[in-house]
């Protein structure tokens, strides 16, 4: 599998081995691979991470909230980001740079 794959039930295959590896496919099922993991290597937890949901350089809607106040601008992310991860964009109109969050519907929320 090639790095940046998401693992679905039809990737894993139980084997019997007396290597180290997740054992509960349930755990690692919507995971996203960090390297390439050939045939027959167990499944690690640092060989997995969270799936991206954002890609560097990705044309995005960064929302501000602040009570009744709610700006909407758009901008280009300067990184990749799951969910719940801190990213940085720029903003496209005023070239400022700025942090957000990756919300998990693949959203933007600018901090204060």
């Given at each position: 599998?090639?790095?940046?794959?998401?693992?679905?039930?039809?990737?894993?295959?139980?084997?019997?081995?007396?290597?180290?590896?997740?054992?509960?496919?349930?755990q690692?099922?919507?995971?996203?691979?960090?390297?390439?993991?050939?045939?027959?290597?167990?499944?690690?937890?640092?060989?997995?991470?969270?799936?991206?949901?954002?890609?560097?350089?990705?044309?995005?809607?960064?929302?501000?909230?602040?009570?009744?106040?709610?700006?909407?601008?758009?901008?280009?992310?300067?990184?990749?980001?799951?969910?719940?991860d801190?990213?940085?964009?720029?903003?496209?109109?005023?070239?400022?740079?700025?942090?957000?969050t990756?919300?998990?519907?693949?959203?933007?929320?600018?901090?204060?």
């Amino acid at each position: 599998m090639p790095a940046g794959t998401v693992l679905t039930a039809a990737d894993l295959r139980a084997a019997d081995s007396d290597r180290p590896g997740i054992s509960d496919p349930s755990q690692i099922i919507g995971l996203q691979t960090r390297i390439t993991i050939y045939e027959g290597r167990p499944l690690q937890a640092s060989l997995l991470q969270a799936p991206k949901l954002i890609a560097r350089n990705q044309i995005v809607q960064v929302t501000f909230q602040r009570g009744p106040l709610r700006i909407v601008t758009e901008a280009r992310t300067l990184s990749d980001g799951a969910a719940g991860d801190l990213v940085r964009v720029m903003n496209l109109e005023s070239r400022s740079t700025i942090s957000a969050t990756v919300q998990p519907d693949g959203s933007l929320l600018a901090l204060n």
